[in-house]
């Protein structure tokens, strides 16, 4: 399969986020006199949406889990943001794939507004052809409306895409969208949640020997 754009998730594949996050989280849950979740529910929440992780993961209504949200903003947008890095070797398979002639895109469910901030602060924005993402007002809730977004606005038919994850998300939603995905191990899935990736990738050097043939053959 000849892949021209690749679609990268953002938390748990390009940056770990988890300070920022799950402090977010803290917040809103201490505004809504709620309980906050132990460490290992709280790595749940990263990858998919928030208000579908707030409802299964808190127990709250609909109503609430929205104003979950709106919470988790205040503190997101004004420090959570930061508290966050790129993962060690993220930058050179950026600049690798690049070089190579990929058209390199950001699907992440995390609102757009955010994302391109994060990228901005890690000096990444410069790699990306294109940034999807959610809205802040709703719109494009699922990593599939994302997915399908970016496809359409960079013209890519989807057997040239594939989509780059660490959850089951990333996969399912490539599925939706009639696209292959890989699943990477060191964000924040598991193994068996890539049972339909085309490949699994252990760190990013083990992506970039997958996704640059020369690569493979100067490692062998």
Do not use: W
Not at 50 to 61: G, K, V
Not at 199 to 216: K, M, N
Request: hydrophobic fraction near 40%; proline fraction near 6%; charged fraction near 20%.
């Amino acid at each position: 399969m000849q892949y021209t754009t690749l679609l990268f998730d953002l938390d748990g594949t390009l940056t770990d986020p988890y300070e920022g996050i799950t402090n977010a989280i803290a917040y809103a849950l201490r505004v809504l006199e709620r309980p906050c979740p132990d460490g290992h529910t709280l790595r749940k929440f990263i990858g998919p949406p928030l208000l579908e992780s707030f409802e299964r993961y808190c127990a709250l209504s609909p109503v609430q889990a929205q104003e979950a949200l709106k919470q988790y903003r205040v503190y997101f947008s004004d420090k959570g943001l930061f508290e966050n890095r790129p993962y060690d070797g993220i930058a050179s398979l950026l600049a690798a794939l690049k070089g190579h002639g990929y058209r390199i895109v950001l699907a992440t469910s995390k609102p757009e507004v955010f994302a391109r901030r994060i990228l901005e602060r890690f000096e990444l924005i410069g790699y990306f052809d294109f940034i999807a993402g959610s809205l802040l007002d709703g719109g494009r809730p699922t990593k599939a409306d994302v997915i399908a977004y970016a496809l359409a606005q960079t013209q890519t038919p989807p057997q040239c895409a594939l989509m780059i994850g660490d959850r089951i998300h990333d996969i399912q939603g490539a599925q939706q969208c009639g696209i292959d995905a890989v699943g990477v191990l060191y964000g924040y899935g598991t193994r068996h949640e890539f049972d339909d990736a085309v490949y699994i990738a252990q760190d990013p050097a083990s992506l970039e020997r997958f996704l640059i043939p020369c690569a493979q053959k100067k490692e062998g």
